[in-house]
């Protein structure tokens, strides 16, 4: 993708960018939380960033996590991308680096609760909605899996022993 570069989080700086994203995203413009979104799932999720290489401004930003019952089950979620920075693709790449992600975790499935708004998104890259939509932080949901036998996204570079997109 030409101009960001997408890549897991590799540190508290990092993270905590995708928090004020979140939060810019989650809280100021969409009124779904009062203070911020971070919840329980935070502590164990892995962060996929997509930077802007002309301004290295956070424009992207996804979560993927263990279920805590079942660590072959992972969850994706928390999908924000900067408002002047939406239209170009971006959560694509996102959400395909994440299935990219839990495929290298060993995880053999892969679910997410989307926007309604989004779920035609992810019917276009292979994710299919399961059951009947809900509420969700006052905003309706779908829940969607993606067949992570079949499903290939971007490839990965290893280094120390962390994915790096």
């Given at each position: 993708m030409?101009?960001?570069?997408?890549?897991?989080?590799e540190s508290k700086?990092?993270?905590?960018?995708?928090?004020?994203?979140?939060r810019m995203v989650f809280v100021d413009e969409q009124g779904m939380f009062e203070k911020d979104d971070i919840d329980m799932n935070d502590d164990k999720a892995i962060y996929i960033n997509a930077w802007s290489k002309r301004n290295e401004l956070l424009v992207g930003t996804v979560r993927c996590y263990p279920d805590p019952l079942d660590h072959?089950?992972?969850?994706g979620g928390r999908l924000a991308v900067h408002h002047d920075y939406r239209i170009r693709g971006i959560g694509v790449y996102l959400i395909l680096a994440a299935i990219e992600v839990v495929k290298y975790q060993s995880a053999k499935r892969f679910l997410a609760n989307v926007m309604s708004k989004n779920v035609e998104l992810f019917k276009k890259i292979?994710?299919?909605p399961i059951g009947n939509s809900f509420d969700s932080f006052g905003k309706p949901h779908q829940l969607m899996e993606v067949?992570?036998?079949v499903q290939d996204a971007l490839p990965l570079q290893h280094t120390r022993g962390k994915s790096k997109l």
């Open positions: 030409r101009g960001y570069e997408i890549r897991v989080a700086k990092e993270i905590q960018e995708a928090y004020s994203l979140r072959k089950l992972w969850w292979g994710w299919e067949n992570l036998d």
